[in-house]
């Protein structure tokens, strides 16, 4: 049983990284520009380690907590690890973040930037930092407005002195993805930013035609979420 788990979730991320293969022939674009972020959570470690067996090094997690009850012990066995929060932070859980991640996807206002600041000065750590754009307008979704996206950017660097490297976006899941993809490489063209964290399971490939550089794929590696 245990078995056969495993080894689905390595053959599904063979799957994976043989479509990121073939997406990026077509566009045209070097495969190893795109980085597979595997999400993992609500998955065990023991659903994580034949991910990890299989050559998969980045994941992303969207919980702090849940990420420190998982991957200190997986970190030990694998120092090599990278870690990334892909959910919503809390400015309170900032410091926990920054001493925990390689990268936070989920930037997305002043008093989380302060918070990170502060961090990243304090624990000489600088986990790379995406700003998340709310390209639906979506009341009950996190991000940053499209029309804030500018002044937000330069607030980031001229007021906490934060260096941004990229967007990230979730489109709305009854829209076609490729808007949004395009709206937020659009606005990181526009800021000088070169790292697009965009595309999920359903929509990854879309994503990578319009230059996303980070995929966050979850249910196709390690299926689905109970
Ligand atoms: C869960 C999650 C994903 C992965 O979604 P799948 O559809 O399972 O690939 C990607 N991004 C974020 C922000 C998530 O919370």
């Known amino acids: 049983m245990t078995i056969t788990v495993e080894s689905d ?19 045209n674009r070097d495969p190893a520009s795109v980085t597979l972020v595997a999400v993992s959570k609500t998955f065990a470690a023991e659903a994580i380690r034949p991910v990890i ?6 994941f992303g997690e969207n919980r702090v907590q849940e990420a420190q009850a998982k991957w200190p012990a997986l970190r030990a066995a694998h120092p090599d690890l ?19 991640f ?15 600041a502060k961090e990243i000065a ?14 639906g307008a979506e009341p009950q979704k996190a991000g940053v407005l499209p029309d804030d996206a500018d002044g937000f950017l330069a ?19 009854e829209e ?36 996303a550089t980070h995929i966050r794929v979850g249910t196709a590696i390690f299926g689905h979420r109970s």
């Open 9 to 27: 979730a390595a053959a599904r991320l063979g799957r994976v990284r043989g479509e990121i293969a073939q997406t990026c022939r077509e566009a």
């Open 53 to 58: 067996a299989a050559g998969q090094r980045v």
């Open 82 to 100: 990278e870690l990334h929060l892909i959910g919503p932070l809390q400015s309170n859980k900032a410091r926990d973040a920054v001493a925990m």
């Open 102 to 116: 390689d990268a936070v996807h989920s930037v997305d206002r002043a008093s989380l930037c302060a918070a990170l």
């Open 122 to 135: 304090r624990q000489g750590r600088s986990p790379l930092l995406f700003v998340e754009i709310n390209t």
């Open 155 to 173: 607030a980031c660097r001229e007021t906490y002195g934060l260096t941004i490297r990229g967007l990230m976006c979730i489109p709305p899941l």
């Open 176 to 211: 076609a993805p490729a808007p949004h993809f395009a709206l937020t490489a659009k606005i990181a063209r526009r800021n000088g930013l070169e790292l697009l964290s965009m595309g999920m399971s359903a929509d990854f490939e879309t994503a990578i035609a319009f230059g």
